[in-house]
């Protein structure tokens, strides 16, 4: 999308949601990403409340018990207890992953 597109659909957005919600729009930068829960140029508040809730949102490994934890509010992933239970998740994705075309971030790197 062209920048002047970028820059009058994130004024569009700025003034709705300043207007609905009463609150500063997060991000007025329009070459910001979009975010990738709201899908709006510049982000919006919807990254900073997931995080609010969802503490480890951003962690890259993750690994939770839903049985004794079903908010995911206590990372597992960086507990030695847990090394190898998530080691083995990991090999498990990859070879998942493996079978689909195409790359996945860090774990299946595309075809030079």
Excluded at 12 to 31: L, S
Excluded at 74 to 100: D, F, H, I, Q, S
């Amino acid at each position: 999308m062209p920048m002047e597109q970028r820059k009058l659909l994130l004024d569009q957005r700025i003034k709705t949601f300043n207007a609905q919600t009463g609150e500063d729009y997060w991000v007025t930068d329009p070459a910001t990403p979009f975010d990738h829960i709201a899908l709006r140029p510049g982000g919006g508040n919807s990254t900073l409340k997931c995080q609010k809730f969802h503490p480890c949102y951003f962690d890259p490994d993750q690994l939770y018990d839903l049985e004794k934890d079903p908010g995911e509010k206590t990372n597992l992933a960086g507990n030695p207890k847990y090394e190898e239970l998530l080691a083995e998740l990991k090999r498990e994705l990859v070879r998942y992953l493996n079978e689909l075309p195409g790359p996945f971030g860090e774990l299946k790197k595309g075809e030079k």
